[in-house]
Nanobody, 125 residues
Framework: QLQLVESGGALVEPGGSLRLSCVASGVTLDRYTVGWFRQVPGKGRFEVSCISSGGSHSRYLDSVKGRFTVSRDNAKNTVYLQMNDLMPEDTGVYSC??????????????????WGQGTQVTVST
């Protein structure tokens, strides 16, 4: 059974950087499309980034384009989200989710049945 564990969240000042990790166990992650979602109280949960199982295709929420980069190391069963030039509006709980997918495929919504527990990112002075 697929299990996902996120890490890397922290309190950081505006303009700072963080790298989030999503480590999978129980399956070989190279067959899974992986999404990063942000949840903010009162605003719901929405997709921040999505990466195809082969790593060749990705997409981003408009507000994070040029600042966030998603990548994966399938040999380590890990997907990363590099977050640069962080802004207060990036604050939230970041979770990863995975669903089976072809190496190049990005689904309309990058949401699977399995989720990690999330990691808190707070951008504040």
């Amino acid at each position: 059974q697929l299990q996902l564990v996120e890490s890397g969240g922290a309190l950081v000042e505006p303009g700072g950087s963080l790298r989030l990790s999503c480590v999978a166990s129980g399956v070989t992650l190279d067959r899974y499309t992986v999404g990063w979602f942000r949840q903010v109280p009162g605003k719901g949960r929405f997709e921040v980034s999505c990466i195809s199982s082969g790593g060749s295709h990705s997409r981003y929420l408009d507000s994070v384009k040029g600042r966030f980069t998603v990548s994966r190391d399938n040999a380590k069963n890990t997907v990363y989200l590099q977050m640069n030039d962080l802004m207060p509006e990036d604050t939230g709980v970041y979770s990863c989710t995975a669903r089976p997918g072809a190496s190049w495929w990005l689904p309309p919504v990058c949401m699977g049945d399995d989720w990690g527990q999330g990691t808190q990112v707070t951008v504040s002075t």
